[in-house]
């Protein structure tokens, strides 16, 4: 067993010193030269480049913050009118590339801080189609289905619980190393048949999110 151990010492041992040495060498390279490298030579990069392109799996999950808003009447996202309660929420996300131009994409959003006390949460499945108008940044459209719900506001019972349709827009920049930023504007849809202070109304949402998202 201890010839063996030994063994295997040598050959861990002298497989480091190969990837330093090749990555040293590695480093010499440009660019443009690594762009032409086959899938299995770049993973060579492995201390330089995270994942290559042709090896991402297409799968990337993420986290954000949103400033939301549930409302009656016309009162929109940024209006400080009656009637708007506007909330801070975390969103969490997940996708996959279908291809370069078209992802699958579903998210959540839960309100963890608030105007008024509201009890709110949505989520959403969405078709993602996108087109890279500059380097490493691309314009996006959100086009699926929803749901939300709404309990309370201000200790006040609400009833809004419905699924809809639910779109946004909007953009994300590639940071490098498989991370990238985005911000997007969504319109969460809205209950015609809900129930404020057990009187008819009819609830609105929307959200603006900013966060970052991980390519696996």
């Known amino acids: 067993m201890g010839h063996i151990m030994k063994k295997i010492t040598i050959l861990s041992l002298l497989l480091v010193?190969?990837?330093s040495a090749n990555a040293e060498k590695n480093s010499k390279y440009t660019k443009e030269e690594v762009q032409k490298m086959s899938p299995e030579e770049k993973m060579l990069f492995m201390p330089d480049i995270i994942t290559p392109d042709e090896l991402k799996s297409g799968i990337y999950g993420g986290l954000g913050l949103s400033m939301s808003s549930l409302s009656t009447g016309s009162t929109s996202l940024f209006s400080a009118e009656k009637g708007n309660n506007r909330m801070i929420d975390l969103s969490v996300l997940a996708g996959y590339n279908i291809n370069k131009y078209v992802a699958a994409?579903?998210?959540?959003l839960i309100?963890?801080?608030y105007d008024d006390s509201v009890d709110f949460k949505t989520w959403g499945l969405y078709l993602k189609p996108q087109y890279e108008v500059y380097k490493d940044v691309k314009l996006y459209s959100l086009i699926g289905y929803g749901?939300?719900?709404?309990?309370?506001?201000?200790s006040k019972d609400l009833r809004a619980k419905s699924g809809t349709a639910q779109v946004g827009v909007g953009a994300n920049y590639n940071l490098g190393k498989n991370f990238k930023v985005f911000a997007d504007y969504i319109y969460l849809g809205k209950d015609d048949e809900a129930k404020y202070n057990n009187k008819p109304?009819?609830?609105?949402?929307?959200?603006i999110t900013t966060g970052i998202t991980y390519d696996f």
């Open 17 to 19: 010193s190969l990837l």
């Open 105 to 108: 994409e579903a998210r959540a």
């Open 111 to 113: 309100s963890a801080s």
């Open 147 to 154: 749901a939300l719900d709404a309990k309370k506001i201000n």
């Open 201 to 207: 109304a009819t609830m609105k949402a929307s959200a």
